[in-house]
């Protein structure tokens, strides 16, 4: 087996809207999901307000802490969207118009409409790779381990599909899960970390549930290897039934 | 008026549930929210996995920046349940039984029922202040500016209804919208920067949306002068009308 760790990355979400409760972030879900997926898991997310030194900071602390760095919001023509700005001077590179961003949009927009706002839209840091946007053109990039996307979910997502080739992936992480009504998690506690102790590769999480159909617990087991990750279920299944409890394959239903 | 400002606050959201993609979380806005309305607002959120070192070392690192630093997560009784240790480490106390904490928990189960797993949520950071939990009894804590609780969210709403009344908050930050259908918000981009740039205590967003119903953007503005914040959108509405919009004040319909 190859026993190369898989790269690791780091998420930040720019954007006061998520800071004031204005919005229900719903970007992490999708990332972590799709992170895990392709082998490169989600380690930290930071949300951080339209604030240049904190921005500045934070991405430079960041993309040299984590193999890879995903940014979402900020992008956009307005006096709030400053994330390519604060890339660049993390970065230490001009900020300049990029070429083939320039063009796509001003082909998308009609005469007299791409004005300085938008054009702000083609300005990028120095050696920026595009990430298409089939969504509303304005391009993300990529410079070094940083991604640069758009905030609002689906152009987010259509920005991370086109992205997601390019990105050097690794072993993707398997989840495996086991539910049991009306067993509390503290009956099961000690032996399952027990379970832990034998499957030291295998990220073993415990979570309650309190559902209009009951309550319960949710074991979920998560690795790259799945033969561990269905060995520890198979052994919390066993538990379970052994305390006198159901066990049901996967995650309780919603 | 009152020059004070408003002290800062950070969450942490401690957990490999978040990160993995396996829970939607919904505790972020929950607090956004809250502490923005009692003045204690929101500057920065991390979602960090359940490892000591990363738990150690980012309560050390924001209770040092912050005013008020509130956990959610990893306070049950299982062994992936570290928070309490960690805060302990972090604050270089020590991590004692809390009588207080033991006699509610010891009450709650039946005789034999309050095993060594379930007697670790009463065991905490000294000097800990109880947080109240009357969903489900194992209180939360505040030991220094670090506020505890649980990650399940309608316990941690519990939780932080209770620990409101002793928060020092400040002047309520109070919202303004306007949105308008079918204007994009590149139009207005210049304009409204003029815009933010008369009323520099106001923080100015602008945030298209799209949306079954149809396109548009909509303008928040945010601050702790209700007069203000309504003078900033009052520009707004006058801008958006003047580019032949039909701007309609609040947040547009979901």
């Given at each position: 087996?190859?026993?190369?760790?898989?790269?690791?990355?780091?998420?930040?979400?720019?954007?006061?809207?998520?800071?004031?409760?204005?919005?229900?972030?719903?970007?992490?879900?999708?990332?972590?999901?799709?992170?895990?997926?392709?082998?490169?898991?989600?380690?930290?997310?930071?949300?951080?307000?339209?604030?240049?030194?904190?921005?500045?900071?934070?991405?430079?602390?960041?993309?040299?802490?984590?193999?890879?760095?995903?940014?979402?919001?900020?992008?956009?023509?307005?006096?709030?969207?400053?994330?390519?700005?604060?890339?660049?001077?993390?970065?230490?590179?001009?900020?300049?118009?990029?070429?083939?961003?320039?063009?796509?949009?001003?082909?998308?927009?009609?005469?007299?409409?791409?004005?300085?706002?938008?054009?702000?839209?083609?300005?990028?840091?120095?050696?920026?790779?595009?990430?298409?946007?089939?969504?509303?053109?304005?391009?993300?990039?990529?410079?070094?381990?940083?991604?640069?996307?758009?905030?609002?979910?689906?152009?987010?997502?259509?920005?991370?599909?086109?992205?997601?080739?390019?990105?050097?992936?690794?072993?993707?992480?398997?989840?495996r899960a086991v539910?049991?009504?009306?067993?509390?998690?503290?009956?099961?506690?000690?032996?399952?970390?027990?379970?832990?102790?034998?499957?030291?590769?295998?990220?073993?999480?415990?979570?309650?549930?309190?559902?209009?159909?009951?309550?319960?617990?949710?074991i979920?087991a998560?690795?790259?290897?799945?033969?561990?990750a269905a060995?520890a279920i198979d052994?919390v299944t066993?538990?379970?039934?052994?305390?006198?409890?159901?066990?049901?394959?996967?995650?309780?239903?919603?």
């Amino acid at each position: 087996m190859d026993d190369t760790p898989n790269p690791t990355s780091c998420l930040l979400v720019i954007g006061n809207e998520v800071l004031s409760g204005r919005t229900q972030d719903v970007n992490i879900k999708f990332l972590a999901t799709r992170l895990g997926e392709i082998g490169m898991p989600l380690r930290e997310v930071r949300i951080i307000p339209d604030v240049p030194e904190t921005i500045i900071g934070t991405v430079n602390e960041v993309r040299a802490r984590f193999d890879h760095v995903f940014t979402t919001g900020g992008i956009g023509p307005t006096h709030d969207d400053i994330t390519s700005e604060c890339v660049a001077t993390a970065l230490g590179v001009p900020w300049v118009k990029h070429q083939e961003a320039w063009a796509r949009l001003e082909r998308h927009y009609r005469p007299g409409e791409f004005n300085p706002a938008r054009q702000r839209m083609a300005t990028m840091p120095e050696g920026a790779v595009l990430i298409d946007n089939p969504i509303s053109i304005a391009p993300g990039y990529s410079i070094g381990n940083v991604h640069v996307m758009a905030g609002v979910p689906r152009i987010m997502q259509a920005m991370f599909e086109a992205l997601a080739p390019r990105l050097p992936g690794g072993k993707p992480v398997i989840a495996r899960a086991v539910h049991a009504a009306g067993l509390p998690e503290g009956r099961i506690a000690e032996e399952l970390g027990a379970i832990q102790a034998r499957f030291p590769t295998v990220d073993i999480g415990s979570y309650p549930y309190y559902r209009a159909s009951g309550n319960g617990v949710a074991i979920v087991a998560k690795g790259t290897d799945p033969a561990l990750a269905a060995a520890a279920i198979d052994s919390v299944t066993e538990l379970m039934a052994r305390l006198g409890a159901t066990p049901v394959e996967g995650e309780p239903p919603v």
